[in-house]
């Protein structure tokens, strides 16, 4: 379809933090496709770091965003607020006809927030996710955003339960499947398995790999040394090496909490962009995380995973996946771990997980949510 300008709908996406790249990019390219849309990109800064940000946009091929709000690291309120203060005139500019968020971080609430409040409509992309637990800053964000949000696009069955428990309408309802694995699926070919794990030195199915961030596990410092001692337990029993690709937030509560001795007992390296943690984890013998995304991921990938945390707003990724939760005490971590390496590997795939998902939500963005004549035509 030719460009025809001001007419065109218009689509302002916002990505804030590691997690929310990777869903955006097939977003933006299946919008982009369809010829019918006007598309924008802000960033919030959320994520500055060139690991956590900047490698993600050129392993995904995203365009430099239009707008960097330039926000930063901060308390909670401090630094949601500082999105809506920044976000609000880039809105009066624009002046797009819908926002598109992305899953369940204090971006997607704080775009979504600022949007509401100008009268512009919102669309969450993996909306309805729910772990029932209040006391995770990103399970407040979900509430806060599907309840804000027009159009709701869903991963999973339990989705649309929990958007119907909570009285969302049914036409706002969307089950598309799950733009993350239309990512995987578009890059798994495009790894360099062989050099990355010959550069870390590792052997294929020869490691368990490992990313530990939540509040949960890291913020307290008994719990964090608890967790260190069992990851070292884990590489001792199992006889593998255990591969830890550290957030900078576990980074700095090691370095806080004077834990460098027992970190040192496991292979840290510093955060992979997409395609070399992909290429991790595909080669992994087990996967130990209390990541959203990896339970996912590697449920496509086949890799035995164990999440450490007590709940799941994925729940998908257990009764059909390869992913179990951990909540017994760290002692008991190296037992589970083994466990988990005694499982066979088998690819799944829940339903709607085909790597059409993004292009779903262009057909309905374009049938049922843009103007069906825009102004100005
Ligand atoms: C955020 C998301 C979480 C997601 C995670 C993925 C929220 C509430 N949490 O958590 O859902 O799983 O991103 O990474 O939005 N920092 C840096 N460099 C950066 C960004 C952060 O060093 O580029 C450090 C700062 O010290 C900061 C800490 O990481 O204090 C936490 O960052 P923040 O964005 O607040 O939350 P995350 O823990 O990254």
Redesign the pocket.
Known sequence: MPDTGASRASVLHVV????NFMKVAPVMGALGRTGAVDQKLLHTG????P???GHFFDDLGLPEPDVNLGV???R?AE?TGKMMIRMDPVLEEVGPDWIFVV??????VAASLTAVKRGIRVAHVEAGLRSGDRSM??EI?RIVTDSLSDALFVTEPSGVENLRREGADEEQIHFVGNVMIDTLDRLRGRTEKEAVLERMGLEDRSYVLVTL???GNVDDEEQLAAVLEALAAVSQRSGLPVVFPM???T??RVEEFGLDDIARRIAVVDPLGYLDFLALMDGAAAVVTD???IQEETTVLGVPCLTVRPNTERPVTVSEGTNRLYTGPMEGLPEAVSERLSVTRQEKRPKLWDGRAAERIAEITVNQLLPASPTGS
């Open positions: 804030g933090a590691r997690p959320q994520h500055y770091d690991e956590l940000s930063g690291s901060g909670h630094q899953g369940d971080v204090n971006s997607t800053p990103e964000n961030h939540r509040p957030h900078p937030r980074t700095s990541s959203g995304g």
